[in-house]
Nanobody
Framework: QVQVVQSGGGLVQPGGSLRLSCAAS????????MGWYRQAPGNQRELLGT???????NYADSVKGRFTISRDNANNTVYLQMNSLKPEDTAVYYC?????????WGKGTQVTVSS
């Protein structure tokens, strides 16, 4: 079965950095585009950015210049490097991966930015 496993969440101080990882595996087909989302309590899920299999990225204005998405196609892993973190970045962060015309979601990981 397809698995999307996330890691790297935790507590960080304002201005700090954190890197999230998302590893996809188990598909009969190759993985294409992958994306990062977040959801804070009481808010809708927000698209942060996407990356194609070729490495082309798009970012939401809210994180542009602070967050960077990259991927390692050999391991079907996508990364979210988060810098200059703010308290308003506190949320559950989710990744997803497309394969064979379907989208698979990770379980999410909590990121808390607080002093």
């Amino acid at each position: 079965q397809v698995q999307v496993v996330q890691s790297g969440g935790g507590l960080v101080q304002p201005g700090g950095s954190l890197r999230l990882s998302c590893a996809a595996s188990g598909s009969m087909f190759s993985f294409g585009a992958m994306g990062w989302y977040r959801q804070a309590p009481g808010n809708q899920r927000e698209l942060l950015g996407t990356i194609t299999s070729g490495g082309r990225t798009n970012y939401a204005d809210s994180v542009k210049g602070r967050f960077t998405i990259s991927r390692d196609n050999a391991n079907n892993t996508v990364y979210l490097q988060m810098n200059s973190l703010k308290p308003e970045d506190t949320a559950v962060y989710y990744c997803n991966a497309g394969s064979g015309g379907r989208v698979y979601w990770g379980k999410g990981t909590q990121v808390t930015v607080s002093s």
